[in-house]
């Protein structure tokens, strides 16, 4: 099946630094990529969708300042946590479309990555 | 705007025991493919099973299958013969084929299978 990795897997970091997050597309090329970030016994919620060769749509109260995605090859999305602060500490989770699930299928399958636990001290 | 709910926070059942998790979801599309995903404790997304809603049949993977009733706007996952390694959360997830297919997820089930 497809494989989506991430990197990396845990970060910790003292505020006001910045961390960028690797998503990954190992075994097709994804021209979509998505952003989710999970607080403890919560949900999945999407931060932000990330196309390749253009600008992300970010989701309504997600700060484009603040997390600031690049998409630039088929296989590769970065999220970059800006100025980070403890209150971004989270579980951030990406996803990559393939599209070549099912060809004409009004939907596509999403594959997840592993996440990245982020602890800003 | 598209909704997916799933009503049960918790639930618990016995090892080798029948345990159902319901999922409703609101749309005002016609075709379109629905997904029940589980995260273990190490908290990968991994796929467990899809319909496609113009598909009578109902999806069946091993001893995961859905009780998909499209009128109803319900798609329910049934786990048979549960494993203990069944024991995660479980999210029904919505494409929106108008948004890049981003995923709307229900709030979660929290599974746990005791021995």
């Known amino acids: 099946g497809a494989v989506v990795s991430q990197h990396p897997s845990w970060v910790i970091c003292k505020s006001g630094t910045s961390v960028k997050i690797e998503c990954r597309s190992l075994?097709?090329?994804?021209?979509?990529m998505f952003w989710y970030r999970q607080f403890p016994k919560q949900s999945l919620m999407l931060m932000a969708t990330?196309?390749?060769?253009?600008?992300?749509?970010?989701e309504q109260g997600v700060e484009k300042d603040k997390f600031l995605i690049n998409h630039a090859s088929l296989t590769l999305s970065t999220l970059t946590v800006t100025s980070a602060h403890p209150e971004d500490s989270s579980f951030y989770i990406c996803?990559?479309?393939?599209?070549?699930?099912?060809?004409?299928?009004?939907?596509?399958?999403?594959?997840f990555g592993p996440g990245t636990r982020l602890t800003v001290l | 705007a598209q909704t997916v709910t799933q009503s049960q926070p918790e639930m618990s059942v016995q090892e080798a025991e029948t345990v159902t998790l319901s999922c409703t979801y609101d749309?005002?599309?016609?075709?379109?493919?629905l997904f029940w995903y589980k995260q273990p404790p190490s908290r990968q997304m991994i796929l467990v099973i899809r319909?496609?809603?113009?598909?009578?049949q109902n999806a069946t993977e091993n001893r995961f299958s859905v009780n998909f009733q499209k009128a109803a706007k319900s798609f329910s996952l049934k786990i048979s013969d549960s494993q203990l390694g069944d024991t995660a959360m479980y999210f029904c997830?919505?494409?929106?084929?108008?948004?890049?297919?981003?995923?709307?997820f229900g709030g979660g089930t929290r599974l746990m299978v005791k021995p």
């Open positions: 319909q496609e809603a113009y598909k009578q």
């Open positions: 749309t005002s599309e016609n075709n379109y493919y």
């Open positions: 990330s196309n390749e060769g253009s600008k992300a749509t970010y």
């Open positions: 075994d097709f090329q994804a021209t979509t």
């Open positions: 997830a919505f494409p929106l084929i108008n948004a890049g297919n981003m995923l709307t």
């Open positions: 996803s990559a479309r393939d599209p070549s699930f099912e060809t004409g299928g009004p939907a596509d399958t999403q594959y």
